[in-house]
DNA sequence: AACCTACATATCGTATACAATAACGCAAGA
DNA sequence: TCTTGCGTTATTGTATACGATATGTAGGTT
């Protein structure tokens, strides 16, 4: 429905961010909250008229979520949900260890008695966040990214710390800590305090080796447990799923 | 003027492909070119009417390029031509040399026979085209292009693939060739035959270091001659000063 | 003279209207 | 029953109209 820019008072008027953006927030977040089933269509208008914008906005989320690897736009057929098969899954952990233990290496060259500080604090703070059986997985999950985040920016390498974090970001890597257990989280806890020594230590070589087993070990936990979304069950109706897996 | 798309005689009638599409490509190849100055201002409007389409479709390629690196979009005030310091220059080709060289390691425990026959032939014909003093500077920058794009497919990683092929596209890298001096395309061409033979040999390490090291000595050559200041920040009153900017 | 305010203007952000294209179904024939 | 062709329809691509915002300027006040 036209909504005539009367409803600002509708929804979220607070910040004065522009409705596009808006969108695109919503959008991410939706489809990394499994709103959305893989190979579901995001139709514009449908979208347009449920957020109370015009396509406009909404056609510029999209884009924007196929340049992030959220969906893929045909020309003239429209946006699909994504899928992730565990090839990308592993090729992503790949890629980070690769581009996170550089980072790490480099940080251990830059990084000064108070970024040091900085790192430990957070440490701490995950260390104490985790004394029971991890209970907010999402205030938790927020802090690893802080500690990463904060590596990569040590890198001094702002293009290593954009890429990183856009892998950091994909959507069907936000929720896996969900997947980790007790043991798993201790070990993370215990590579990041390795990785805060090392750091102050100037040790490079071995930053960047604890860096690279810290993800390698993350990604077999989300390997075994998150084995195949294969596009096997998915079609409600006929052969929707045209696997975008180039190979 | 509504262009009633009776215009495709125009230019490139062959292709039907979306306005948007050809909008981003030409803007692309424009930047690349040269044809605008750091900083200039990149206004919807006009760019519209200069390629007789309506703002949306350009607006469309504007944002495409933000996310490309390209130019920088402010919430209100449009997009601009997006400046490369050196220590931009340093980051891109530091990451390059560490993703391509993980790339480089593990194609050579990848490649097949036939693979290495072909990464063998593009190699000889590069040196065949090197024989004088490099006149197709273009072709040989794109058997180059290949040659990477090439080894990075054989890292059977896609992730790690269309990273670097995003980094060695960027806009300010393209042309760089013209500062490689004969010496500078006789190492780059040994670099080469090495790289062949260490993934023929499945020298993954060794193939690693030479990656490395040939990325590294080109962004030297890179940094020797294109000693650039800062993009100056964005002075508000700067005014366009479109054309001619050779280099 | 300096500063603040109000207005004018240019450009962006969004809504809406229209054109073009591809997916879908239905019907007709073999 | 299967195939094939055409027409309908839903959805995207593009154009245009309108509203919002920032910037620049002129004029008035202190």
Redesign the interface.
């Known amino acids: 429905m036209p909504a005539t820019s009367k409803n600002k008072a509708a929804a979220l008027p607070k910040r004065r961010e522009?409705a596009a953006s808006r969108v695109y927030e919503t959008l991410r977040d939706e489809i990394s909250g499994g709103r959305f089933r893989v190979g579901d269509r995001l139709t514009e208008g449908a979208l347009a008229e449920e957020m109370t914008v015009s396509r406009t906005p909404v056609?510029?989320a999209l884009?924007?979520l196929e340049?992030e690897g959220f969906v893929t736009i045909s020309?003239h057929a429209g946006a699909l949900v994504k899928g992730w098969s565990a090839?990308?899954a592993r090729?992503?952990f790949?890629?980070r260890a690769?581009?996170e233990a550089?980072a790490a290496g480099r940080a251990a060259r830059n990084a000064t008695a108070s970024d040091v500080q900085a790192l430990d604090d957070l440490a701490r703070r995950m260390e104490a966040a985790a004394g029971g059986p991890l209970q907010d997985v999402a205030g938790y999950s927020e802090m690893n990214r802080d500690f990463h985040a904060r590596i990569l920016h040590l890198s001094g390498?702002?293009?290593?710390e954009g890429?990183a974090l856009n892998?950091m970001d994909l959507g069907f890597l936000v929720r896996s800590y969900r997947l980790f257990g007790q043991e798993d989280v201790d070990r993370s806890l215990s590579d990041h305090r390795q990785l805060v020594t090392a750091i102050r230590d100037g040790e490079a070589d071995w930053a960047a080796a604890v860096m690279r087993a810290h993800i390698l070990a993350a990604a077999r936990i989300f390997k075994g447990t998150h084995d195949v979304p294969e596009p096997t069950g998915q079609s409600p109706l006929k052969k929707e799923s045209d696997k975008e897996n180039?190979t």
């Open positions: 522009t056609r510029e884009r924007r340049s020309p090839q990308d090729d992503v790949e890629t690769i581009i550089a390498n702002r293009r290593i890429i892998l180039i």
